[in-house]
DNA sequence: CGGCATCCCCGTCGATACTG
DNA sequence: CAGTATCGACGGGGATGCCG
């Protein structure tokens, strides 16, 4: 890895890099957008396919991506109401970094446990 | 991006990868650990080279690192002392990844402001 | 120099209840 | 169905001060 790729993530200070990436990074962006990979979905299919997430929490992440212009959210007037939310093409080119990084998360998983165990029993 | 790569990253249901995410991705872990790929530094060289992190959360973030195994921590027994941060290998093999999401970051900042900016102005 | 201990603020998050 | 509103617990994280 050369000092130029280094210097990328270091860039400006960081400060305008850990901006976005707080907002990437956290706790239920990354899974509520892969999740999406799979193409159009509805809340509650959301909220069933992202275990754990609260339904407060599913709304906010869902309303910082539309935000962000990550996502769409699409309201069908019909009763009962249809709400369908997509990624945008900025939204599926995060898909391969992500992918990336839950690779090396999902490959060090059990390095990393090992490592914390034999720290703890210190 | 094919089924196969999405259902990595949703996985076991993303506990366990969560887990690891949330250790990696929160406010500093990838800011120290791309510096660290510039060489062996000191805790006040690292201090120094991230802006904006406190002494408190450097140290913290740094106690992480080396727990999970990213990182090595030398004492040196001299006056006055001397304490070197080095990655290891399994810390050096994050440095892609997280260079492909600081990059993704990066490059859609702009659209990312642009996009937030036109969402507060509805 | 390189920490650890303490205090405290504030944002995050879940639970619950209510609405169109 | 797809939210919004409100409350309260929790923990991240900054500021400060002390120590080997």
Redesign the pocket.
């Known amino acids: 890895m050369d000092y130029e790729h280094t210097c990328m993530i270091r860039g400006d200070g960081g400060r305008t890099l850990r901006a976005i990436l707080d907002q990437i990074c ?3 962006t990354l899974l509520v957008v892969a999740t999406l990979d799979q193409g159009t979905l ?3 299919d959301l909220h069933h396919q992202v275990p ?6 599913l ?1 906010l992440t ?2 910082h991506l539309e935000r962000d212009g990550l996502i769409t ?1 699409t309201v069908h007037a019909e009763v ?4 369908e939310y997509a990624l945008t093409p900025t939204g599926e080119s995060l898909i391969p970094p992500a992918l990336a990084l839950a690779g090396w998360a999902i490959a060090h998983a059990p390095g990393i446990e090992e490592s914390r165990a034999a720290y703890a029993a210190r």
Do not use: A, D, E
């Open positions: 956290n706790k239920w509805r809340f509650t754990g997430i609260s339904q407060r929490m709304t869902l309303r959210r009962p109401p249809r709400v």
